[in-house]
């Protein structure tokens, strides 16, 4: 499966390569490698504006090129809390509707169980972009 080509990456603030990423580094690697969409970088996107679009998804309301939906499949983004609160700070992707890849600061790109205990309480809802057709 291609999300064992992304487990065991290190996290790195900021990372944007395979030699580091960050919880949307990771995604933004996925998503070129897999899917070959180019997803926004952070500096290519202001604090402000960031700041909107995670109250947006946050609340469930679209965002183009972003759809919110109920029932995630492959390539989906899971969008999470970073374990405290209820504030979006976190995403990983969907491997299918069971088992998503993700990466934090304490641990390398793994997959985990979406039904597991401890993500389980963190995914605040899925998000489909308009260019995933898988």
């Not at 290190?10 to 897999?34: H, I, M, N």
């Not at 995403?91 to 304490?106: A, C, F, P, S, Y």
């Amino acid at each position: 499966m291609w999300e064992q080509d992304y487990v065991g990456l290190r996290f790195l603030s900021g990372g944007r390569d395979r030699s580091g990423l960050d919880c949307w580094g990771l995604c933004r690697l996925v998503y070129r490698d897999q899917l070959g969409i180019d997803l926004p970088t952070y500096g290519e996107i202001s604090a402000n504006e960031l700041r909107k679009v995670a109250r947006k998804m946050q609340s469930g309301q679209d965002q183009d090129p972003w759809r919110a939906v109920g029932e995630p499949k492959a390539f989906d983004i899971a969008v999470m809390t970073g374990g405290q609160g209820r504030v979006t700070t976190h995403v990983g992707v969907m491997i299918d509707q069971k088992r998503l890849l993700h990466i934090e600061r304490h641990a390398a790109a793994c997959v985990e169980p979406r039904n597991g205990l401890i993500l389980s309480q963190r995914i605040l809802g899925f998000r489909r972009h308009a260019e995933v057709t898988a």
